[in-house]
């Protein structure tokens, strides 16, 4: 199928590190010219987010009898790479920005770009918890991949107490203070292949970042397979359908 180009605008981010994911410079489909490649901010990037460290599905084209036991939050890239799983209807992914060795950088726009779409997958789900609770909603932005021209959208987080404000872009990188964004972006007719860029300047030079899955797109497909999804019984130590 012909790749679909599609950008959108992130007006927001908030700060803080990711300290499970390695570091990377322009990633290949950046664009930066031979001085400022010579410097640029550093980034990094996760994925295998869940929500309240426990929610989240993978499709998995395999029987519930071929497919092992839920893995916990830091073991799901294992998990989905050695199953081959593509995040159902939902990808989080939490990415810092670093500052460049030479100083700081300002962040000036972050865009969700989609290169290919496909039907929807058919593969039966598979939840990683039968359902677990938190008072903590993070601030994000929301993409919809399955639209057209997918804008992202900063939502407001929230605790027990207090609203927790979505920051917004420019934002200034520091040595002590990376630029963090939480992405979650969903589908529901799509199997969307996509990934972030974002666009920097320091002093005179300026560039864009290529945010991706270590070198790959990332992957968010909607499923199409009604009474196809799973959870873990503890007590069978096996796969029941809902």
């Known amino acids: 199928m012909a790749a679909a ?8 981010a908030r700060t803080g590190a990711d300290p499970d994911a390695g570091a990377h410079s322009a990633a290949p489909g950046a664009t930066a010219s031979p001085s400022e490649a ?17 929610d989240h599905r993978y499709l998995v084209d395999r ?44 962040v000036e726009r972050l865009s969700v770009r989609v290169v290919e779409r496909r039907a929807a997958l058919d593969w039966p789900v598979y939840a990683m918890s039968d359902g677990c609770g938190g ?43 990376p630029l963090v964004v939480r992405v979650e972006a969903t589908a529901a007719r799509c199997d969307c292949d996509w990934y972030l860029e974002a666009e920097w300047s320091s002093g005179g030079q300026r560039g864009t970042l290529r945010i991706d899955d270590g070198g790959r797109p990332f992957r968010t497909s909607g499923h199409t397979a009604p009474g196809r999804e799973h959870f873990f019984a503890a007590e069978t130590g096996a796969w029941a359908a809902r």
């Open 5 to 12: 180009a599609i950008a959108a605008d992130v007006t927001g």
């Open 38 to 54: 010579a410097d640029p901010p550093t980034w990094s990037a996760d994925s295998h987010v869940w929500n309240q460290g426990c």
């Open 135 to 177: 008072a903590l909603s993070p601030a994000h932005f929301a993409v919809d991949l399955d639209a057209a021209r997918p804008l992202a959208r900063p939502v407001d987080g929230a605790d027990t107490e207090r609203t927790l404000p979505a920051p917004r872009l420019p934002y200034r990188v520091t040595k002590d203070d």
């Open 63 to 106: 029987d519930p009898s071929a497919v092992p036991a839920p893995p916990v939050e830091q073991d799901a890239r294992t998990w989905a790479q050695g199953l081959g799983a593509v995040h159902a209807g939902q990808t989080v992914v939490r990415a810092t920005v670093s500052a460049p060795r030479s100083g700081s950088a300002v």
